[in-house]
């Protein structure tokens, strides 16, 4: 569904069946590049054992409207999606979030902190930007593609790269990220849905929030990831008056939701029940 509360039409995915706002909910926030169909693994688990699911495409994602200023940083990204969740999810249970999506759902949880009970941030703390600057075209994986070419001559040429960019993914599931964040031009050619980034400062002071974050939060990382360190780990574990454990999901980079999709359904249902 789109929802155009404020003149800039955000996308969201309710799980695939009719959405009621007065059941229990799940909100999914993606990262950088993505859509809402990263989480459909999740979705449709969580879905099945009676959970409404809301996944949201940030500005400049997916089906939702670009900002004019290209700054998709996380303040400005929890901003435009404060009204949807309050919306269609005023009351929910959980808020989980991945990379961007999950500095994104932490502003959330510090600027509206009713509307988030529960928080996951997926592989991401405060630092990400910084060890972002400081990691390898491999070691970022398919985030390095914001920096490349936007423009191929055809679907099977941008899968070919982002295979190459994620060797040990699966190529099947990296050909569904690719679907669904490409669209086919008028000329034959394709490109991506994202749009490209060009302003940092949203990105700017996000260590400042930590330690307003009072929310009951769980740090999800991936054993093989370089967007997390332990360092960072514990800063985040001592400066958050909310936190409360973190897991570290094996043979998994950056992207866990794809990378170990059935191990994350098994932290959010622990979250859930607990």
Not at 86 to 112: F, I, K, Q, Y
Request: charged residues 20%.
């Amino acid at each position: 569904m789109f929802i155009d509360l404020h003149g800039a039409p955000l996308y969201a995915y309710t799980g695939g069946r009719p959405f009621d706002p007065a059941q229990p909910t799940v909100v999914f926030i993606h990262g950088v590049l993505n859509d809402h169909s990263v989480w459909i693994l999740q979705s449709r688990a969580l879905a099945h054992h009676g959970w409404n699911v809301l996944a949201i495409d940030l500005p400049g994602h997916g089906r939702s409207a670009w900002r004019e200023d290209g700054d998709y940083g996380p303040k400005l990204n929890a901003i435009a999606i404060e009204p949807v969740v309050h919306e269609l999810a005023p009351d929910a249970d959980l808020v989980v979030g991945m990379s961007l999506g999950g500095l994104t759902a932490m502003r959330l949880a510090v600027t509206a902190p009713e509307l988030v009970r529960k928080l996951v941030m997926v592989d991401v703390t405060p630092s990400a930007p910084e060890r972002h600057e400081q990691m390898t075209k491999a070691q970022m994986g398919t985030v390095a593609l914001v920096q490349g070419d936007r423009t191929f001559g055809s679907f099977a040429d941008m899968l070919d790269v982002t295979v190459a960019a994620a060797p040990h993914r699966d190529r099947n599931s990296l050909r569904r990220g690719v679907f669904h964040n490409s669209k086919q031009l008028d000329d034959g050619s394709w490109t991506w849905r994202y749009d490209s980034f060009r302003k940092g400062e949203g990105f700017e002071g996000l260590w400042d929030d930590v330690p307003n974050l009072t929310t009951p939060t769980t740090l999800v990382r991936g054993a093989k990831s370089f967007f997390v360190n332990d360092e960072d780990a514990a800063e985040f574990a001592r400066s958050a008056p909310g936190f409360q454990t973190v897991h570290i999901v094996a043979d998994s980079g950056h992207s866990v939701q794809g990378d170990q999709p059935r191990a994350l359904v098994e932290i959010l249902n622990g979250v859930l029940a607990g």
